[in-house]
Nanobody, 123 residues
Framework: QVQLVESGGGLVQAGGSLKLSCAASGRTFSTYTMGWFRQAPGKEREFVAAIRWSGDSTYYADSVKGRFTISRDNAKNTVYLQMNSLKPEDTAVYYC????????????????WGQGTQVTVSS
């Protein structure tokens, strides 16, 4: 069982940066693939980024590639999402999620979810 708690969301102007954190409980965090997803009002939840349990492999949605960076610190049971050059279309609730390997981009394949953190980018 893994419990996830996101933090770091907020209001930022276009072009700005935010860093999201997701703290996980449980001794097996280091064995899980971790992902970030987002959901804007009236839209389906979409994949943003994912990272392998070891941290040596990452995968990004095309819409965020080059702007967002996912990373993890297994000693701290935490995964991060550094978001740079933010755009108004990045506005959404951001969720972290966990699953056993391998990396997948389909939200329904993730077993554990946080409660989400709101990111709002103003133009």
């Amino acid at each position: 069982q893994v419990q996830l708690v996101e933090s770091g969301g907020g209001l930022v102007q276009a072009g700005g940066s935010l860093k999201l954190s997701c703290a996980a409980s449980g001794r097996t965090f280091s064995t899980y693939t971790m992902g970030w997803f987002r959901q804007a009002p009236g839209k389906e939840r979409e994949f943003v980024a994912a990272i392998r349990w070891s941290g040596d492999s990452t995968y990004y949605a095309d819409s965020v590639k080059g702007r967002f960076t996912i990373s993890r610190d297994n000693a701290k049971n935490t995964v991060y999402l550094q978001m740079n050059s933010l755009k108004p279309e990045d506005t959404a609730v951001y969720y972290c999620a966990a699953r056993r390997p391998p990396i997948v981009v389909v939200s329904t394949r993730y077993d554990y979810w946080g409660q989400g953190t709101q990111v709002t980018v103003s133009s």
